[in-house]
T-cell receptor
Framework: KNEVEQSPQNLTAQEGEFITINCSYS?????LHWLQQHPGGGIVSLFMLSSGKKKHGRLIATINIQEKHSSLHITASHPRDSAVYICAVRPPFAGGTSYGKLTFGQGTILTVHP | DAGVIQSPRHEVTEMGQEVTLRCKPI?????LFWYRQTMMRGLELLIYFNNNVPIDDSGMPEDRFSAKMPNASFSTLKIQPSEPRDSAVYFC?????????????FGEGSRLTVL
């Protein structure tokens, strides 16, 4: 079982729909990242969370540390939101070398049709 | 700031050749990461530096891979000799660690094809 699991793996939506992508992890973390990658493109960091909720435009990210779960929501989805969304977790800082080692989920491929 | 800058964006080479990928992190960032992305394995951390010092290179596949960071504004990832299974997109990222920070900034990636 992977340490970071995303669901769903593939998601198709119509423009305007509300979208949720989930990320569950099984290890202790100091932070969780949501990343976006457009086809053939680079990777953009959307959010870094260690607790609670963050909002940026139509994107909302939440995290529940006790349940080891995070969600990424997209309101009023648009075709330009079509991309791969990747969840990644960072281990707690304990003075060792693992601090920089993100563990990545397998990604969720989102396609939004007009 | 121009962001993390990687070069080349695309490289096609023949098996056995040496490949050098370059990265300029965001000024002031003290962490630099090299990642590899393939369809089969997704994103994998190869090595990361803190204040130009390699901290963890356990992700480097084998001795054919080496990385250096001679100063705070430049890093290289070298593959010698290259093999077809090294074909992937290689990303460099930088971050500034500290309370409430640590957000990652990625370069556009270097797409390597080894024939």
């Amino acid at each position: 079982k992977n340490e970071v699991e995303q669901s769903p793996q593939n998601l198709t939506a119509q423009e305007g729909e509300f979208i949720t992508i989930n990320c569950s992890y099984s290890v202790g973390i100091s932070a969780l990242h949501w990343l976006q990658q457009h086809p053939g493109g680079g990777i953009v960091s959307l959010f870094m969370l260690s607790s609670g909720k963050k909002k940026h435009g139509r994107l909302i990210a939440t995290i529940n540390i006790q349940e080891k779960h995070s969600s990424l929501h997209i309101t009023a989805s648009h075709p330009r939101d079509s991309a791969v969304y990747i969840c990644a977790v960072r281990p707690p800082f304990a003075g060792g070398t693992s601090y920089g080692k993100l563990t990545f989920g397998q990604g969720t491929i989102l396609t939004v049709h007009p | 700031d121009a962001g993390v800058i990687q070069s080349p964006r695309h490289e096609v080479t023949e098996m056995g050749q040496e490949v050098t990928l370059r990265c300029k992190p965001i000024s002031g960032h003290d962490y630099l990461f090299w990642y590899r992305q393939t369809m089969m394995r997704g994103l994998e951390l190869l090595i990361y530096f803190n204040n130009n010092v390699p901290i963890d290179d356990s992700g480097m596949p084998e001795d054919r891979f080496s990385a250096k960071m001679p100063n705070a504004s430049f890093s290289t990832l070298k593959i010698q000799p290259s093999e077809p299974r090294d074909s992937a997109v290689y990303f460099c990222a930088s971050s500034l660690r500290g309370p409430g920070t640590g957000e990652l900034f990625f370069g556009e990636g270097s797409r390597l094809t080894v024939l």
